[in-house]
């Protein structure tokens, strides 16, 4: 009868612990860290948007020097990917058991390759920089450890187009892109401009790539022999840099706008004096350097990582990947699960990081924090921002 008591007794004191275990038995959580994953292209054609990852790493360091989250430092596991989807995959994989959410994933192909593993693993994923229709179509029960503040190339397209054709006079157009769901989405958005202009403006050329290609004369040859006003880059940076010099060598220079990942100053350096007059697209949740709430994120950045020197456009905007998750934990209160920073992000409402950009919000029913845009232009270094921020309608 005792040892049956006893047994009885043990049952009950493993039983009440169960809770107590259970606050602690979270993957990538302990009570002093909590381990976050990026994998991102540090090398490779996509190498310039490494900077991004850095970034949110850097603000990781400054978050952990003021005391952490919550009593527990961030502790970023950072993976070069070489804008490669399959050794993406394999990053998330090799991370899988040691993180508790990822981070600033990168790239369009990448993005698509990888949008299962999170839903598949319980793992929250805060902040994927491609195109944002990949989750628009995803299955809504799945959406649950999805949150994104990022343009939608098509909204942003059309921003452009129209921007252009009401503003510039834009009458002949002709877009380059690379040739996957980035450059594709760039294409529908200036197509259905052009479909509803009632002939006010025409597609003169539509010329793809491909993220492999560095011979670029040809496709230069095709946009000038278009006789396009204006052309449209939809492409990595330093593919636009190769076909602007290209454009020049054959005498052509329109008028041209770019998407938001050529946004960073850094191109005065990458494309030389081709870039002066360009017209690239601004995204929602970042500014541009010279504004000082940017300017003041990204000396902190420079102090912890000095490699970002020269890289603060990406370098912030990876950071504001990074402030979105920590805003998030700590909403999400001491005891931290994935249901927990769910909801802590799902709290976040009208919030400018830092005072950074148009604003975001989340809620239950809009995992889309920000789709916003504006115009920049390309003067004497710096890119200045012509336009206020325009809100798209979030898209999931």
């Known amino acids: ?62 978050v952990n020097d003021q005391g952490g989250v919550h009593g527990r430092k961030i502790k970023v596991i950072l993976k070069d990917d070489g804008y490669n989807p399959a050794r993406a995959v394999a990053n998330l994989n090799e991370m899988k058991g040691k993180i508790f959410v990822v981070n600033a994933l990168l790239g369009t192909a990448v993005v698509n390759a990888c949008k299962d593993f999170f839903f598949d693993n319980k793992i929250p994923l805060i902040d994927a920089y491609g195109d944002v229709r990949i989750w628009a179509k995803y299955p809504k029960d799945k959406l649950k450890y999805i949150f994104v503040s990022y343009p939608d190339y098509e909204d942003e397209a059309r921003y452009l187009a129209n921007y252009s054709m009401k503003n510039m006079g834009s009458k002949k157009m002709a877009i380059f892109y690379q040739n996957d769901d980035y450059g594709k989405m760039g294409l529908e958005g200036i197509k259905m401009v052009v479909s509803a202009s009632q002939g006010k403006a025409q597609l003169a050329a539509a010329v793809p790539y491909e993220v492999t290609e560095r011979a670029l004369s040809t496709h230069a040859l095709k946009l000038k022999e278009s006789g396009a006003d204006t052309v449209y880059l939809y492409t990595t940076m330093s ?158």
């Open 1 to 62: 009868m005792k040892v049956q008591q006893g047994w009885i007794g043990f049952l009950v004191v493993c039983f009440l612990l169960i809770p107590v275990f259970g606050n602690t038995a979270v993957v990538g959580v302990t009570d002093t860290e909590v381990w976050v994953g990026i994998t991102t292209p540090l090398s490779g054609p996509a190498a310039l948007w490494g900077a991004t990852g850095q970034g949110a790493k850097a603000w990781a360091d400054y």
């Open 239 to 396: 593919h636009a840099a190769l076909i602007l010099k290209e454009m020049a060598k054959v005498g052509y220079r329109p008028k041209t706008m770019v998407s938001f990942p050529m946004g960073d100053p850094v191109m005065f350096k990458v494309a030389g004096e081709v870039w002066e007059g360009v017209y690239p697209a601004g995204a929602g949740q970042v500014g541009v350097p010279g504004e000082k709430v940017m300017d003041r994120v990204a000396d902190i950045l420079i102090k912890y990582d000095p490699s970002l020197k020269g890289k603060e456009y990406l370098a912030v905007f990876g950071a504001v990947s990074m402030m979105t998750l920590a805003e998030g934990l700590k909403n999400a209160g001491k005891n931290l699960t994935q249901d927990s920073l769910i909801k802590g992000m799902e709290m976040i409402k009208n919030w400018k990081p830092e005072g950074i950009g148009a604003g975001m919000t989340f809620s239950p029913t809009r995992h889309h924090g920000v789709n916003g845009s504006r115009l920049l232009h390309a003067e004497k270094g710096t890119h200045v921002p012509i336009s206020e921020y325009v809100i798209h309608k979030p898209l999931f």
